[in-house]
């Protein structure tokens, strides 16, 4: 899996959530990508190199890239991610018998508090399958 495979995938998986990746967030989307390959190969026992991670765990490190990216933004520049649509993103998340609800409207969470935890959830989704993929460290 390239860089570009992973800029393509988060670019897309940002779209999802009504975010159009601009020219001036390149430059903090490759390196949160890079970031966040380095965290799984670094985990998992990896060379620290992307093309190592398998293609089972492409998607799980473009949640984690894209959660990196809209928690950077939600920080330095809020107003960005004013158009953000959280309600399309997702409402209900199943995991095991863990059950997490995201407000629709009709909650008593803000936005704000809506876009921490789908940040969470993104930033933490998947890392059970990361010990899948662990090789031993001699």
């Not at 997490?100 to 969470?109: A, D, H, I, L, M």
């Amino acid at each position: 899996m390239t860089q570009t495979e992973l800029n393509t995938l988060v670019t897309m998986r940002l779209l999802t959530f009504g975010y159009t990746v601009t020219e001036a967030d390149n430059s903090l989307l490759s390196y949160l990508i890079g970031k966040t390959t380095e965290y799984v190969c670094n985990f998992c026992n990896f060379r620290n190199n992307p093309e190592d991670i398998p293609e089972a765990l492409k998607y799980i490190v473009a949640d984690m890239a894209a959660g990196e990216f809209l928690q950077q933004k939600k920080t330095f520049a809020p107003n960005d991610l004013t158009g953000l649509n959280l309600d399309a993103a997702v409402k209900q998340v199943t995991t095991g018998d863990t059950t997490t609800v995201f407000g629709t409207g009709e909650g008593s969470q803000t936005d704000e508090q809506r876009l921490d935890a789908f940040i969470r959830y993104l930033l933490s989704y998947g890392k059970h399958e990361l010990y899948n993929h662990r090789k031993v460290k001699w």
